[in-house]
């Protein structure tokens, strides 16, 4: 299956860290978040990937040894820990929101489900109990729900006002939240209008769930997204302890 990933958003939460490479290609250690995404899926045997480029697009060819032509244009590429994969870039315009990027990928996918997830998020998801579970509920895509990390330090106090447990960084103890792994059926371009603003979590979402083909596989895991400075810190911290859930 097709692993298509979103690389073409201007990032403009996280500047500061690297304003010369789009969000995708701030590292995480010493590889990009984007190298990150694609060893988790390739751990799972998938190895075609699908970049949906815009913002400094040509920073990503030129890091996957593409030509600056701007044309669609597959490529092999070794990943430093799973080997060699296929990448097909392909220009989605530098203002498109997400869901015009994923409308302009339609003819690379063909008529095969795929999977979809943004270049600035890592999670130890696993890609086939998720594609299990999509392929059983038959909806036009399935996302991943996560739980995302608070903010603040969680204290449980007793009926005598004294601290029973104290945890720095806990998931959240409610609330789902759309972790941006997908898989998606080909119907999901029905979905999908002309609209160079149109936003793949918004009205295309709530139309699904109105017909009832968005299903929901619940990932109980890590998941952390790369939307700060902070968050940047974190993941790199990981990655210099060893500790980084979604390495294999």
């Not at 008529?111 to 999670?123: A, P």
């Not at 005598?160 to 999901?188: D, H, M, W």
């Not at 918004?202 to 596989?217: C, E, G, N, T």
Request: hydrophobic share 40%.
């Amino acid at each position: 299956m097709n692993v298509v990933l979103l690389c073409g958003g201007k990032g403009t939460r996280i500047r500061g860290v690297d304003d010369t490479v789009p969000k995708p290609m701030i590292p995480i250690g010493p590889h990009p978040i984007v190298v990150h995404i694609m060893e988790h899926y390739a751990f799972y045997g998938h190895r075609d990937f699908v970049l949906c480029l815009g913002y400094l697009g040509s920073v990503i060819r030129e890091f996957f040894g593409a030509s600056p032509s701007g044309k669609t244009e597959t490529v092999s590429f070794a990943l430093p820990r799973a080997g060699k994969v296929n990448v097909t870039l392909v220009d989605t315009g530098l203002e498109a929101m997400t869901g015009a990027r994923v409308r302009k990928i339609r003819e690379v996918v063909g008529n095969d489900d795929f999977f979809l997830t943004y270049g600035d998020g890592v999670s130890d998801v696993p890609i086939d109990k998720a594609h299990e579970f999509h392929r059983s509920h038959r909806a036009a895509m399935t996302l991943t729900a996560v739980r995302p990390p608070s903010r603040f330090g969680e204290v449980e106090v007793n009926a005598a006002g004294i601290a029973t447990s104290f945890n720095e960084k806990p998931q959240a103890s409610a609330g789902l939240i759309s972790g941006g792994y997908f898989v998606c059926r080909p119907k999901l371009f029905d979905y999908l209008n002309e609209r160079e603003d149109l936003v793949l979590e918004s009205d295309p979402m709530r139309q699904m769930v109105r017909d009832r083909q968005l299903a929901a596989y619940t990932h109980e895991g890590f998941w952390q997204c790369m939307d700060t400075y902070r968050d940047w810190e974190l993941l790199n911290e990981l990655d210099r302890k060893n500790e980084a859930p979604w390495r294999h």
